[in-house]
């Protein structure tokens, strides 16, 4: 059973930075796309980044591009996304998920969720 764990969220004020990490266990690492979603109250969980199995290919949201940067590293079964230049409008529980292909991932995440991890940006 795949098992996802996220962390690295926290409160940090307008401009700072956070680094995330999401440790996938169960299955197979290095041949799945990985991906972050973000969930803000109010509203539905919507991608935020995602990167192929390789590494190769990536895909951000509109409005973290040039900000937010994916990355993995297989040996340790872990993606990361670093988040730059926050902005109040960053803030939600972010989660990982994992599909066969960045573009199935995004179109239909796998029903695998952890447990998220909150960041908060502060005006």
């Known amino acids: 059973q795949v098992q996802l764990v996220e962390s690295g969220g926290g409160l940090v004020q307008a401009g700072g930075s956070l680094r995330l990490s999401c440790a996938r266990s169960?299955?197979?690492?290095?041949?799945?796309?990985m991906g972050w979603f973000r969930q803000a109250p109010g509203k539905e969980r919507a991608i935020v980044a995602a990167?192929?199995?390789?590494?190769?290919?990536?895909y951000y949201t509109d409005s973290v591009k040039g900000r937010f940067t994916i990355s993995r590293d297989n040996a340790k079964s872990t993606v990361y996304l670093q988040m730059n230049s926050l902005k109040p409008e960053d803030t939600a529980v972010y989660y990982c998920?994992?599909?066969?292909?960045?573009?199935?991932?995004?179109?239909?995440?796998?029903?695998?969720w952890g447990q998220g991890t909150q960041v908060t940006v502060s005006s």
């Open positions: 990167i192929s199995w390789t590494g190769g290919s990536t």
């Open positions: 169960g299955v197979t690492f290095s041949t799945y796309a």
């Open positions: 998920n994992s599909g066969p292909s960045v573009a199935a991932m995004i179109k239909a995440p796998s029903n695998y």
